[in-house]
């Protein structure tokens, strides 16, 4: 398994663009796979937020991760987020989550981030399991969501 920048890997794109759109981004509107496709374009970043990690199996994508500067519109005063920790199917429960998310905490933290945050509407334990912690419980998007974080 390899982790590895988006940037050094872009010919990988449109799949990631793909999974981000159909598991976020496709019930929102006004967003369409060719907008997901531009927003992942301004993430080909090595050394700046926002950037987009990928796992590769045997250089097969599995996996992805992200950093944005803003996630919850109404909450700008928190930032840097992990967001879009996404595993195909076939490879949950494999490590493969915890690797990326273990992966873009290292990249914040070489950029100098102190602390990350990022919401989620049904993975409080993982993350927990990983040792960040809730701030809040809040609603966005129209579900309830909780806020963590944790200090790098």
Do not use: C, K, N
């Amino acid at each position: 398994m390899t982790i590895a920048l988006l940037a050094d890997y872009p010919q990988h794109l449109p799949t990631l663009a793909g999974w981000i759109y159909d598991e976020w981004h496709r019930h929102r509107h006004g967003e369409t796979l060719a907008t997901t496709v531009a927003m992942l374009r301004t993430m080909l970043r090595r050394d700046a937020i926002p950037l987009t990690l990928i796992a590769l199996d045997d250089a097969v994508p599995v996996g992805t991760a992200s950093l944005y500067l803003h996630d919850i519109p109404e909450r700008p005063e928190l930032s840097p987020w992990l967001a879009a920790v996404y595993v195909i199917p076939a490879r949950r429960h494999a490590g493969i989550g915890a690797q990326l998310v273990r992966a873009a905490e290292a990249a914040a933290r070489d950029l100098g981030v102190a602390r990350l945050h990022l919401f989620t509407p049904d993975r409080e334990a993982f993350y927990t399991y990983l040792g960040w912690h809730t701030v809040e419980q809040t609603h966005y998007d129209g579900h309830a969501v909780v806020i963590m974080a944790t200090s790098l």
